[in-house]
């Protein structure tokens, strides 16, 4: 089945500075990586997902890079806030289990004001 | 439009007991998951419900099951509780009902099991 790993398994950075999570997957079938944000206490919410006939997508200071060969791809946040401390969750379909989502385990990112 | 809800919001249990937790999908969603949360580690898939049947499962023992309904609202059941399940249940609904469009998570139902 599906392995997803994540690093690293936490993060803290300085205001205004760029973070950046990777994670890495086995099945060469997957063709969706979505990244979600959980905020302590609060559901996980989708922030920014790609697909893998892309290698790069962005949405403001958020942006995802895929790399298929490598089967890896990664979340850049640039000029962090406080608001930006929070859970990353990345993800990929599970092949074994119908292509449901099987999640890495966590970045906790904490930014400094 | 109405969001993913969950109840009970928490909840606490002995060893042996049984546990029923339940979800409302989002207004037009057709398709429920259930993941669980253990503290500190990522959602893990238990299964999914797509028209009132199973339809993907992850690595759980059969003592996890569940339903789905014609409103597609879901439960999730626990037999012979353990202390390891302790953790957050977190419903998802979906449009997909493969793994390649967006979860929308309900707040979860966080089980203690003493």
């Known amino acids: 089945g599906e392995n997803v790993e994540q690093h690293p398994s936490t993060l803290s950075v300085q205001e205004g500075d760029s973070a950046v999570i990777k994670c890495t997957y086995s099945?060469?079938?997957?063709?969706?990586f979505p990244w979600y944000k959980q905020e302590l206490g609060k559901r996980p919410q989708l922030i920014i997902d790609?697909?893998?006939?892309?290698g790069e997508k962005k949405d403001q200071r958020i942006a995802v890079t895929l790399n298929k060969t490598a089967k890896h791809f990664s979340l850049h946040i640039t000029e962090t806030q406080p608001e930006d401390s929070a859970v990353y969750f990345c993800a990929a379909p599970h092949k074994a289990a119908g292509n449901k989502l099987t999640f890495g385990g966590g970045t906790r990112v904490l930014v400094k004001p | 439009e109405t969001g993913v809800t969950q109840s009970p919001t928490h909840l606490i249990k002995t060893r042996g007991q049984q546990v029923t937790l339940r979800c409302s999908s989002q207004?037009?969603?057709?398709?429920v998951s259930w993941y669980q949360q253990a503290l500190g580690q990522g959602p893990q898939f238990i299964f999914q419900?797509?028209?009132?049947?199973?339809?993907g499962r992850g690595n759980f023992p059969p003592r996890f099951s569940g339903l789905q309904f014609p409103n597609y609202s879901s439960e999730l059941n626990v037999n012979a509780l353990e202390l390891d399940d302790s953790a957050l249940y977190l419903c998802a609904s979906s449009l997909w009902v493969q793994g390649d469009g967006e979860l929308f998570f309900g707040e979860g139902s966080r089980l203690t099991v003493l």
């Open positions: 207004s037009g969603h057709n398709t």
């Open positions: 419900y797509y028209r009132e049947e199973e339809n």
């Open positions: 790609i697909r893998s006939n892309v």
């Open positions: 099945d060469s079938a997957s063709n969706y």
